[in-house]
């Protein structure tokens, strides 16, 4: 097994920092535009949160596999574009992560006690002050062990990116095994690397859980 | 000295729906500085919705409010709900500070020794660094209060802050009120406390349909109820409160008042204030000698404010007048009912053809009754029966 990192070490590398990239840019297109509709569909407008929940329970009802390829192939012929696999992934995903976020923080948000809101108000707290001193703090303990835990689940969905050509860390596996031929040491490297980066960020939430918890 | 209004408000509706009776509807309330008002009314009659419009958490259609002379400062006005809302990712002490810093500007230091001093003197002293989560809900409550407390606010309105809490906990909450109450805090009180509405209320409002049908001084509430509709709730919300006892039917007065009588000690004295003519007599049946007999073997002495004296009034004052002490009342401030004071011991008497006891045990009601007795005796005048 050490023969092949050692000797493709350059490919695998290239595959993770593929990989990585797309966690970054899918994290960075949904985490804020998340947030911030998020949080005009639970205390701006009712029909946006509205719209937010409806493509939520459509992307959940759609195989990320089947949207990716849907956007790799009939949309951009529909549409008279050629993407780069690449951003595919990243738009597709992205849009996802983008969608879970929203609905996460809109869902937290509506389940907000109002009673917390009220009493802030009534001991005469501004607007601005509630939300930076009582309900940020409350949403961030309550949203952001699942936050984490979306960000995980993109990481394992990059995998998809493979079936549309994305040089990323499962797709240069499937390569250097097809040179090598060695099934049992390339995707056991593979398992290896998913575990060195999933298992900490398990750990991680489930620790903020436990903590939010109790406090 | 008669303070000027500290909250006023003129024709307030607050309606939640076209077609449904809920809500509040020209509501005209007004609370002199110092004083405490309690707010009775069955479910749904709009009380919460009153005290939420005050609060400015609701928006009434239309109305107006009017809260100290001038512009109020935010926090002045506190609004304490019936759920617990202390903040969960603050400790006791972080809720407390919270408010008065961030509103109020004071220092850190300033604010955190005044909410130590208020934890422990309601007892709280080592719950500063604990989560609300780890909190009974008594507990709760008196630190939602406290926190109101912490902002200095000129009117306190409390809305049922007992409504979630089983009797023993209900009981350390009712006691800060109380603590609050002698302190002279302002206060609307929405309660189910028929008990803690007698002790510490000036006056009585009663909501119904999102109306006030009542306003009355606290201690004329019970006796001086004509209203078969609010008789009929004060009967259901004094079966929950565990101060108060009813006693109906000719046979439990009977009985009540023996039993009274044989716990009272010897040379006790029974203020009673209301009686007209021979009325006790007529439930109390053959009884009444009994009692007489069991009075004048305990020396136990009737003060009496009333309105009529009745013939076995007149054979009392002759042949046991060390033991009779009766003056007459004007007859323009009758009531229905009568109520006597013993010790810690207050009963409503309400006469009929089911006469009924209302027995209230609770030390701050009697001193309440006591000072009206006293009121009363002092308009009455000395008349041989």
């Keep these: 097994m050490l023969d092949i990192l050692i000797n493709y070490h350059d490919a695998f590398l290239r595959g993770l920092a593929v990989t990585l990239g797309l966690v970054v840019l899918i994290a960075l297109i949904g985490i804020p535009f998340g947030v911030a509709v998020g949080v005009v569909g639970a205390r701006v407008s009712r029909s946006i949160g509205s719209i937010v929940s409806g493509i939520y329970f459509l992307t959940g009802a759609i195989p990320i596999l089947v949207l990716l390829f849907w956007m790799h192939y009939p949309l951009q012929s529909i549409l008279h574009v050629v993407i780069d696999p690449f951003w595919t992934t990243v738009i597709a995903l992205g849009f996802v992560n983008f969608i879970l976020t929203a609905e996460l923080v809109r869902r937290e948000l509506d389940l907000l006690p109002k009673a917390y809101r009220e009493a802030a108000r009534t001991l005469g707290l501004p607007t601005i002050k509630i939300a930076r001193f009582i309900e940020l703090p409350i949403l961030s303990r309550r949203a952001i062990p699942q936050l984490l835990a979306n960000q995980g689940k993109m990481l394992e969905y990059t995998l998809f990116a493979s079936f549309i050509s994305v040089p990323e860390l499962f797709r240069v596996a499937q390569n250097v095994n097809a040179m090598v031929y060695r099934p049992v040491e390339v995707y056991s490297l593979l398992v290896l690397f998913f575990l060195i980066i999933l298992g900490p960020l398990h750990l991680v939430v489930r620790s903020l859980e436990k903590k939010y918890a109790t406090s | ?385």
């Design chain 2, 1 to 385: 000295m008669l303070h000027p209004n500290l909250v006023a408000t003129k024709n307030i509706t607050r309606s939640f729906s076209e077609t449904t009776a809920r809500g509040i509807f020209n509501v005209s309330l007004s609370i002199r500085k110092g004083e405490i008002v309690c707010v009775l009314g069955p479910s749904g009659s709009g009380k919460s919705t009153l005290l939420r419009v005050l609060a400015g958490l609701e928006k009434a259609d239309h109305g107006t409010i009017s809260i100290g002379n001038e512009a109020t400062m935010p926090g002045e006005v506190v609004y304490v709900p019936q759920d617990y809302t202390l903040w969960p990712h603050l400790t006791v002490l972080q809720n407390l500070v919270l408010a008065p810093r961030e509103v109020r500007g004071l220092p850190e230091r300033e604010v955190r020794d005044e909410a130590e001093s208020l934890l422990a003197r309601f007892g709280l002293e080592h719950y500063g660094s604990t989560y609300p989560d780890e909190l009974s809900g008594g507990q709760k409550q008196r630190v939602a209060l406290i926190r109101a407390l912490m902002m200095r606010p000129a009117v306190l309105l409390l809305d049922e802050v007992t409504s979630a809490l089983d009797p023993e906990l209900t009981k350390s909450v009712l006691d800060v009120i109380r603590a609050l109450a002698k302190d002279g805090y302002t206060m609307l009180i929405v309660t189910h406390h028929i008990s803690l509405a007698l002790a510490i209320a000036d006056r009585i409002v009663f909501l119904d349909e999102g109306k006030i049908t009542q306003d009355t001084k606290a201690t004329s509430f019970l006796h001086g109820q004509t209203d078969a509709r609010i008789l009929s709730f004060i009967r259901d919300i004094a079966k929950k409160d565990h101060a108060v006892e009813i006693f109906e039917g000719a046979e439990q007065f009977q009985a009540y008042h023996m039993g009274l009588l044989k716990r009272l000690p010897e040379s006790s004295v029974i203020h009673v204030a209301g009686a007209v003519g021979d009325r006790w007599f007529e439930p109390m049946g053959a009884f009444a000698e009994a009692y007489t007999a069991l009075r004048v073997e305990k020396k136990i002495v009737w003060k009496m404010a009333m309105y009529e004296f009745g013939t076995k009034d007149r054979e009392l004052v002759e042949q046991y007048p060390k033991l009779n002490d009766f003056r007459l009342l004007p007859r323009t401030l009758q009531n229905p009912a009568n109520y006597n004071v013993m010790g810690d011991t207050v009963i409503i008497q309400i006469f009929g053809e089911k006469p009924t006891i209302m027995e209230i045990q609770d030390i701050d009601v009697a001193e309440a009754y006591l000072k009206f007795f006293e009121e009363m005796w002092s308009v009455s005048r000395p008349s041989k029966p």
